[in-house]
C-alpha cells in the first residue's frame, strides 16, 4: 500500500481544513486506516483512527468534537476533517494503514509521507 497525504496549509485560529490520504492497491478496504501527527521537537502522536469497516473511529483527547475521520472506499482515501484549529494543532500530519485498530504508532505498517499544518493565532 502507499499513501499520499494532502490539503495541508496555513490557516487562521478556528479555520478549518480537510486533509486527504489517497491509498493505492486494492487491499485498502482491509486496512485499519490512522492519521498521526508530529510537531518539532515532539514525537509522533495519535490523532484519530478508523476500522477497515469504517463502523468505529477513535479520536485523541486534543482533537475529540473538533476532528472527524472518514473514509471513501470508491476513491481509496481517507480524510481527516479538522474543524476549530487551533496553534497547538501546528504539525505534520501523517497517515498510516495497518492490520490492526490501534493508536500506536508500531502498530501501522505502512506511512505516507506527510503533509504540513500550520495554524496561527
Known amino acids: 500500500v502507499q499513501l499520499q497525504a494532502s490539503g495541508g496549509g496555513l490557516v487562521q485560529a478556528g479555520d478549518s481544513l480537510r486533509l486527504s490520504c489517497a491509498a493505492s492497491?486494492?487491499?485498502?478496504?482491509?486496512?485499519?486506516m490512522g492519521w498521526f501527527r508530529q510537531a518539532p521537537g515532539k514525537e509522533r502522536e495519535f490523532v484519530a483512527v478508523i476500522s477497515w469497516t469504517g463502523t468505529s473511529t477513535y479520536y485523541a483527547d486534543s482533537v475529540k468534537g473538533r476532528f472527524t475521520i472518514s473514509r471513501d472506499y470508491a476513491k481509496n482515501t481517507v480524510y481527516l476533517q479538522m474543524n476549530s484549529l487551533k496553534p497547538e494543532d501546528t504539525a505534520v500530519y501523517y497517515c498510516?494503514?495497518?492490520?490492526?485498530?490501534?493508536?500506536?504508532?508500531?502498530?501501522?505498517?505502512?506511512w505516507g509521507q506527510g503533509t504540513l499544518v500550520t495554524v496561527s493565532s
Open positions: 498510516a494503514a495497518g492490520p490492526a485498530y490501534s493508536t500506536r504508532v508500531n502498530a501501522y505498517d505502512y
Open positions: 492497491g486494492r487491499t485498502f478496504s482491509t486496512y485499519a
